[in-house]
C-alpha cells in the first residue's frame, strides 16, 4: 500500500516510528531499493540515460522532502511514487519529440525475440507500461498501483486488461505470437 509520510501532527503522536535517515540508512536503503528502481524507470523511459536521470531525481526528491516512516517498505513505496510522478512529467514534457530514436531504429531491424519485444513495449503508452511493470515484475497489488498511478484501485483492473490486450495486439501485428514466446 503506497502512503504518503505522516503529517506532523501524526509523526508527534507516534514517538516510536523511525527517525529521518542518516546516510548509513539511506545507503543502505539505496543499495536495496536503487536496482529494482531503475529497472522499472528504464522500461517506463525505454531509456538506461533517463532511467539514470529520474532514478537520481526520485532519491533527490525522497532526501529534500525527508519524512519520517513507519517502516522501509512504507518508504520503498514513497519512492516509486516519487519515480513514477517523476517520469510521467518526463513524458509530458517529450511528447513532441520522436518517439523513436536511433537506438531503437536499429532494434527493429535485429530479429532477436528480445530486442523486438523491448521495441514493442517502447510502443506502449507510459501509463501501460508503467500498469504492466508494476503488476507482473514488481507483482503489486491493485491498490498499490493506482496509488503509484493516481487511478482509483477499481479503475486499475480495467486499465490492465487494457494494457495486457493492447501489448498482445503489437505482438500479434509484428508477427510475435504466443507460440514465439513459449
Known amino acids: 500500500m ?13 514517538p516510536k516510528l523511525n527517525k529521518p535517515m542518516d546516510e548509513a540508512k539511506f545507503d543502505a536503503f539505496y543499495r536495496l531499493v536503487a536496482p529494482s528502481l531503475w529497472a522499472y ?61 536511433a537506438a531503437t531504429a536499429v532494434a527493429a531491424v535485429d530479429h532477436d525475440l528480445r530486442h523486438d519485444v523491448q521495441r514493442i513495449f517502447k510502443e506502449l503508452k507510459p501509463q501501460e507500461r508503467a500498469l504492466l511493470w508494476l503488476a507482473h515484475v514488481e507483482e503489486s497489488s491493485h491498490h498499490d498501483i493506482g496509488e503509484a498511478l493516481g487511478v482509483q484501485e477499481k479503475s486499475v483492473k480495467v486499465l490492465l486488461f487494457r494494457a495486457r490486450k493492447r501489448l498482445g495486439d503489437l505482438l500479434k501485428r509484428s508477427g510475435i505470437g504466443p507460440e514465439v514466446l513459449r
Do not use: C, W
Open 2 to 14: 503506497f502512503a504518503l509520510p505522516l503529517t506532523l501532527d501524526e509523526e508527534r503522536a507516534a
Open 41 to 101: 524507470l528504464n522500461r517506463l523511459a525505454g531509456d538506461a540515460a533517463v532511467a539514470d536521470d529520474l532514478l537520481q531525481k526520485a532519491f533527490i526528491n525522497l532526501l529534500r522532502a525527508n519524512p519520517v516512516f513507519a517502516s522501509d517498505e512504507h518508504m520503498r513505496r514513497y519512492v516509486f511514487r516519487i519515480a513514477t510522478n517523476l517520469a510521467m512529467d518526463h513524458f509530458r514534457e517529450t511528447k513532441r519529440r520522436p518517439m523513436f530514436d
